[in-house]
Structure formats: C-alpha cells, structure tokens
C-alpha cells in the first residue's frame, strides 16, 4: 500500500476526517442519508450534526437503510446513501448491498470500523467488513489513510454511478474519522482511474441496423439497463413496428400501454411474449442479461433466433448465450446511433402471429368467492390510473403486480429482481417517496416479506410519508406454497402464516389501517387510502390463499413445458 | 457459434492467464473470488510487483473449459484495481516455475541423485547428512519430470512458485 506521511504536509487548516466525509458528500449534491448510528460511526454523526442541507433518515435496520437508498436510487436516477456502523451494523447492511449489486443500483455505504490498532484483533463490534461484501460490491475499499479517506470517497461516488451502476462500500476506522487532515485535500481534483466505453462500435452499429433490416421476427428484449434508453427505444420499436418485451427490471423502459408491447416474459411472462420471444429470428437484447428467471433451459431459449446484445458490462456479452452483433455501450448512445440506420423490417406476418399468440393466450384470472390478487392489483391499477410508482416484495404479489400493473415511464417499477430479497418492497419504497416526494409511490408487498422489515413503519409515520402499502395476504409463504404444490405433492412444509392483524398493527405506529376482505370493499378501501396525505397507509387485503401465479415456464424448463393455469 | 453454456462435459484444460493490477491490497481476494465462485480450481498463483512500483503482476494457470476461462476473465476485467488480463495459453510465451526439492541423500545414492540433477539443471542449494536441497528452473513439465526421476530416493518436501509468464518477442500483456 501507499502511503502518504502526515509530516511532509504543511497543513494550514485542517478538518477532521468525518467533517472531509460530510462536504464530499455535500458537494456531490446529497440530501438524504438512510442509517442507524453506532460507536464506530459516532465521528460521522457529530459531523452531521452540522451539516443542514443533508438530512438522515434514522431506520430501524439498516438492511432498511441499504433498500431505502436503493429504492432513492433507482428511482431517481442519481445515487442513494446509506450507512451503518461498525460489526453488526455494517452485516446488517449485506442483503441489500446484495440487492443493489444484483439489479445494477447507485447505492453508497458508508460504513464505520473499529479503530485502525484494533483492526484485526476480534476487537468489539468488529466484522471484516471489505472482505465480506466484496463478492456483492461493484468495488469497496477500507482507508487506512486518513489522507486517502477523499479521494477513497469520491472514487466510491463516481464508481457507484459510473458505466453499469452498483453498490460501492467505503469502510472508515473512527480513529480516520477523527484525525484532522489538511482542508485543501478537498481542492485536489478528481480522476477516475478508468471510463467505462458508453459509445458503442460504428461497425458493429451498422451490422446490428443491418441484421434487424433483414429479419422477419425481430423482438425487443428490454432490461434494466434500458431504463435510460426510454426515448430511443420508443422510436425505434414504433418506426420499425418491432415488438418489445421487457424483463422485470426493464418495465417502464417502454411503454406498456403501447399495443407494440408483449409485457414481461420469463417465468411468469405473457404467453404470448415468451412464445414470440421463442419464435423470433432476431432477439435485440438492450441492458438485459439473459437471467435464468428468464430464459428457462438455456439451450432451448430462442433456438431459431441470432442476438444483437447491447450492454454497457462486456462480461454479460456472451454470458449466458453467444451474441452474434455484441455491442458494448450505453444503450442510450448506442439505440441513438442505431435507431436511424435502421430499414423498418417486413413485419406483417410476425405481427399477425403474434396478435393471434395475444388474443388466444391472454392474461386472464377467474373470479371467485374469494378476493383475488390479480383483482387486487387491476384495482390498484385503476385507482391510481396507472400513474403510481410501483415498488413491490418478492413472490406471488411480485410476479402479478408485474402482470398486471402495466407501467408507461422509465424508473416507476422498483422490485428487488436479481437478488429476489423478501423484506424489500417496504424499505425501497420508502426511499422511492424521499426521491420523488409528490409522487404517488405504492408498496404492493406480501404478507411474508413485508413482516421481515415492517419495524420501520414508524421511520414512515415519523417523516410522514404518504406511502400506500398494499399488503396481498394470501396467510401464506405463496411462491413456496406455489412451488410445493405443483412440484412437491402439495406436502406443504413451513408456508403457513400465522399472521398479526396489519391494520391494527399499522395504526398502532400511528399509520393508517385498512382491512378488506370482500371484493365490494375493495375499491372503496382503495379510494380511501388514496385521501391520506400526511401518513402511510397500510391496507390489508385478504386474497384467496389457493391462487397460483400463470402462466409459469417451471424452473429450469422451456417454452414447452410452460403451465397456463385454468 | 455454439449455442450452450461450457457444461462438464466440455473438456477442461490449462488456462494460463496474466493479470495485471494496482499494487494495493485486497485486489487478490477480488480477483481469486471470481474463480472460486464457479468452481474453479488455482493450479498455481505467482503475483509480485512489475518494473512499475505501483503495479503487481498476477500470473495463475487454472484447469476448467476455455470458455468458461473467457467469462470469468470478463469479469476479473471488471474489478476496478485490475488493469489488464490477457489468457496467454493460446500466445507464444516464455513460460518458467522455481522448485526447491529436498530429497533423502544418503552418502550412497548421493551422487547419484546430484548427476541427475545437473542433467536437469538443478543446483544444489542445501547439503545435510541425510539430505540435498536443490533449485531446479523451467518449464512446469521439467520441473515434473525432475521430481518423477527423484521420486524413487524419496522427496522429503517441495516447494514451488508457480508460473510465471512473458509473451515472446518484443510484445506485452
């Protein structure tokens, strides 16, 4: 290591190293923080103390700190920062550094470390931090010197953001935090180490313009890293009249509403995404990576089709499945270079498949006795007019709320996609609202997930956050039940949900509490929780517990072998 | 183009590859991480500082399919200390590893085993009573078929570097 001596400065004012941390922060234009102090971290907080334009939000987790800065985050297209103390606080933080690394968020942790001579020691509240979050970290760093804790910082905030986004972790001893060091470390201008390329090869451009001229079958394949590319995505898919089909990460990339578009494909796509996807001659992947929750047996996804991949992460070019065009770039750039090379295809026949694939397969649910999810989640659609930013948990809700809850704009579908974290849906969409304040933000959550982290309702009821939380409470583990039933005999192990009341439980945190049990209510309760402004809501909503999620492709499986459901 | 995933059907072989990165620490970890996450096995790691202080040299030969070594050298590519990688196998190179070999030398066989080793270029390093030490320089089958002649004496413990790789000529990783 490097190492810069504190004599050979001639220091003529000095700062201590956690106030350096608070002005990096505040030149970088940050105005929230989401974390829990601790006596590592106490520096920072003292230094915070002082610091009036950026605000802590003090959760009662931190894995709630990490999702809130994720969903701060994605939603807003800027970086979210979190933090955490030393030990405990900072493995309290893995899961959603995990989450953050797996969906290609700019998320920021700043976490505190037992003093530099104790470092090593199985000292007090010390965990190895950098080593432990390094598989789940886009890059972390430990400062020893007290001199490098600026420069460190500043790296972290341009990596976390820099080419495909993720997580970066800066692990700071308190004793760094305490030393003063020279104020003009703050003047030293910063140069990142490497830039990532974002324009995509011009020869490549043009064999990829000419491939989609010439195919007959062409499609779309939208992911997460098309969430900036809105614009030219949305010109080429409707001058060549190109289906588009997006992942669960790419909804909202393009617009739902658009008859051009199939919904999600993958396990529990449309029907008629994955048998159009399956059918193509031409899959254009943009910002998508090819995830096994997507493309089922790799072998026989797409057998007839060639792949122009576009992707800013040369290390998912090829990944999964060969690229015939491989197009490394920002899909941004790369879809405005592209998009006026294009002729528009011949796409009468493909399309006339297609709406036949779309009008004899659609998404359809029955309605019973029961209130069922999917009525739930067109409800929810409809009183919010398709204008809410959908945060969701992970499972059955999840995998509905994608279905049916059809998004017209980029960064309004927040869903823990990767990692699948149950626990997410609450924490993130708390961070959607710090992002978007006069925005209607909607946690759809299941009643398992939103148990693992709904301590931090009174963080919402405290800031006063007009969060809708729509619990689908099924009283059971539902994707688990799903699974069981379906592939294990209906031997039902560890699913059942013995569940606290949430409206009560919601109001007792000085929330809002609603529970609807039959269909009539439903609407109504909605409509309701819609006038609150000044506090969360939870509404508690109880759905038929029997109800599966279709169409599903089962794991590991093709096409083929896909279940429609009844 | 082959449509499929490197399965374990597909063959595994030698890969050698050369890594160059910062000189800090914890940029090992990083990039050992990668092949351990799938499986992969280190035959051999060599890493020290180049002809520029502020850059280390990582040379590690692994066993798994070349496709598989060209995905996870995508993603060593990734980590933000790394500066180039390049999967020499296939690159005319000079390739050496450094082994110290103690074998059991008895008065009687002693000779014997110090004429083997002047065949092979071996030195002898140490000289006990009941046992010689030598350093022996080249290529991983050299040192291979070295340590098969010694065999038969007794080898009482080896220790070696791991390759360590330059492309030929007046080329560069």
């Not at chain 1, 990339?253 to 008629?272: R, S, V």
């Not at chain 1, 015939?324 to 399309?351: C, F, T, Y």
């Not at chain 1, 517990?545 to 009844?566: A, D």
Request: aromatic residues 6%.
């Amino acid at each position: 290591m490097r190492v810069t001596t504190v004599e050979t400065r001639k220091a003529t004012r000095t700062i201590s190293g956690a106030q350096a941390v608070v002005r990096v922060l505040e030149e970088a234009g940050v105005e929230w923080i989401f974390g829990h102090p601790g006596g590592a971290s106490l520096p920072l907080y003292d230094a915070l103390y002082d610091a009036p334009r950026i605000r802590h939000v003090l959760c009662r987790h931190e894995q709630v700190a990490a999702h809130a800065a994720t969903g701060y985050a994605r939603a807003s297209g800027r970086f979210g920062v979190c933090t955490a103390t030393s030990g405990p606080g900072a493995t309290n933080l893995v899961t959603g550094l995990a989450d953050a690394m797996m969906d290609s968020a700019a998320v920021l942790a700043i976490t505190g470390q037992v003093v530099r001579a104790n470092i090593g020691t199985d000292a007090f509240q010390e965990a190895d931090v950098t080593s432990i979050t390094t598989p789940i970290t886009k890059h972390n760093a430990l400062v020893m010197d007290p001199h490098a804790l600026v420069r460190t910082l500043r790296e972290a905030i341009y990596l976390c953001q820099s080419g495909r986004p993720g997580p970066v972790l800066v692990d700071v001893p308190r004793d760094v935090f305490q030393t003063q060091i020279p104020e003009e470390l703050l003047d030293e201008p910063f140069e990142p180490r490497r830039r990532p390329v974002t324009k995509g090869h011009p020869a490549r451009i043009a064999e990829a313009a000419e491939a989609i001229s010439q195919s007959r079958r062409p499609i779309l394949y939208v992911g997460g890293g098309a969430q900036g590319a809105s614009e030219p995505l949305a010109r080429l898919a409707r001058r060549c009249r190109i289906p588009v089909t997006v992942t669960l990460m790419g909804k909202g990339a393009f617009d739902e509403t658009d008859p051009l578009c199939l919904g999600m494909l993958g396990m529990h796509g449309t029907a008629y995404a994955n048998y159009a996807i399956n059918a193509a001659d031409l899959v254009i992947a943009v910002g998508a990576r090819f995830d096994d929750r997507v493309t089922g047996r790799l072998k026989d996804f797409c057998p007839h089709a060639r792949f122009i991949h576009i992707d800013i992460d040369p290390s998912e070019i090829g990944k999964n499945k060969p690229a015939h065009v491989p197009i490394v770039g920002d899909a941004r750039e790369v879809l405005e270079a592209l998009e006026p090379l294009v002729q528009p295809p011949d796409v009468e026949a493909w399309w006339k498949q297609i709406e036949e694939w779309r009008t004899r397969y659609p998404l359809r649910w029955k309605p019973g006795p029961l209130l069922k999810p999917q009525e739930a989640i067109e409800a929810i659609y409809r009183v919010t007019r398709g204008e809410a930013v959908v945060v969701t948990d992970v499972g059955q809700h999840q995998m509905w709320a994608a279905q049916y809850y059809k998004c017209r704009r980029p960064r309004t579908f927040i869903s823990s996609g990767g990692l699948g974290a149950m626990g997410f849906g609450f924490p993130a969409a708390m961070g959607v609202q710090f992002a978007r304040p006069d925005a209607l933000v909607v946690a759809i959550v299941g009643d398992g997930g939103f148990q693992m982290t709904m301590q931090d309702l009174i963080t919402a009821v405290e800031w006063k956050l007009p969060l809708k939380i729509y619990v689908i409470n099924n009283g059971s583990l539902g994707m688990v039940r799903q699974w069981q039933e379906l592939f294990y005999n209906q031997r039902y192990s560890a699913v059942q949900l013995r569940n606290p009341d949430f409206a009560r439980i919601a109001e007792a945190f000085g929330a809002v509490g609603i529970r609807v049990e039959r269909s009539e209510d439903l609407e109504p309760a909605l409509q309701r929780s819609l006038e609150v402004t000044d506090r969360p809501v939870v509404v508690d909503l109880i759905v038929d517990p029997e109800e599966n999620c279709y169409p599903m492709i089962p794991s590991g499986q093709s096409v083929k072998e896909m279940i429609l459901g009844e | 183009m082959s449509n499929a995933l490197p399965t374990p059907q597909v063959r595994s072989e030698r890969r050698v590859l050369s890594v160059l990165v910062d000189n800090v620490p914890g940029v090992l970890l990083r990039v050992v991480a990668l092949f351990r996450r799938r499986g992969i096995n280190i035959h051999s790691l060599a890493v020290s500082v180049t002809e520029d202080p502020a850059v280390s040299r990582i040379t590690m030969t692994v066993e798994c399919p070349a496709a598989l070594a060209e995905s996870v050298v995508k993603q060593v590519r990734r980590v933000v200390e790394v500066r180039r990688v390049r999967d020499v196998t296939d690159a005319p190179r000079t390739e050496r590893e450094l082994a110290l070999v103690k074998v059991n030398a008895p008065a009687g066989v002693r000779s014997e085993i110090l004429e083997a080793a002047q065949v092979f270029r071996a030195r002898p390093i140490d000289l006990t009573e009941k046992t010689v030490t030598l350093e022996v320089t080249g290529s991983p089958e050299k040192i291979d078929a070295f340590l098969n002649l010694v065999a038969r004496h007794g080898v009482r413990e080896v220790a070696r570097t791991g390759s360590v790789v330059l492309l030929r000529g007046s080329a560069t990783t």
